[in-house]
């Protein structure tokens, strides 16, 4: 069982950056492929962005180059970086946990929402 815990979420202005940070527990976390998803509202969650165990990293297109996603085993995070946010970035914003050993498991945080307007 893993445990995912947000933290990071806000209002910022078009321009802005954010971080979101995402703590996890009760596994091996060097061990687990970690991503970032959101949902708007009326809208399907959607992957912002990943990054596997081996530390390759995929992004969705409408933010790639804004967002960065890094993780610290060490101190069993995931963090995202998020520049120049502009209204459409508004959502809850999730973390998000897959095994390595086992890709048919998923945890999920309880989610933060992330606001941008003016």
């Known amino acids: 069982q893993v445990q995912l815990v947000e933290s990071g979420g806000g209002l910022v202005q078009p321009g802005g950056s954010l971080r979101l940070s995402c703590a996890a527990s009760?596994?091996?976390?060097?061990?687990?492929?970690m991503g970032w998803y959101r949902q708007a509202p009326g809208k399907q969650r959607e992957l912002v962005a990943r990054?596997?165990?081996?530390?390759?990293?995929i992004y969705a297109d409408s933010v790639e180059g804004r967002f960065t996603i890094s993780r610290d085993n060490t101190k069993k995070s995931v963090l995202l970086q998020m520049n120049n946010l502009q209204p459409a970035d508004t959502a809850v914003y999730y973390c998000?946990?897959?095994?390595?050993?086992?890709?048919?498991?998923?945890?999920w945080g309880q989610g933060t929402q992330v606001t941008v307007s003016s």
């Open positions: 998000h946990a897959q095994p390595l050993m086992n890709s048919a498991t998923n945890y």
């Open positions: 009760g596994s091996i976390f060097s061990l687990l492929h």
């Open positions: 990054i596997t165990a081996f530390d390759s990293t």
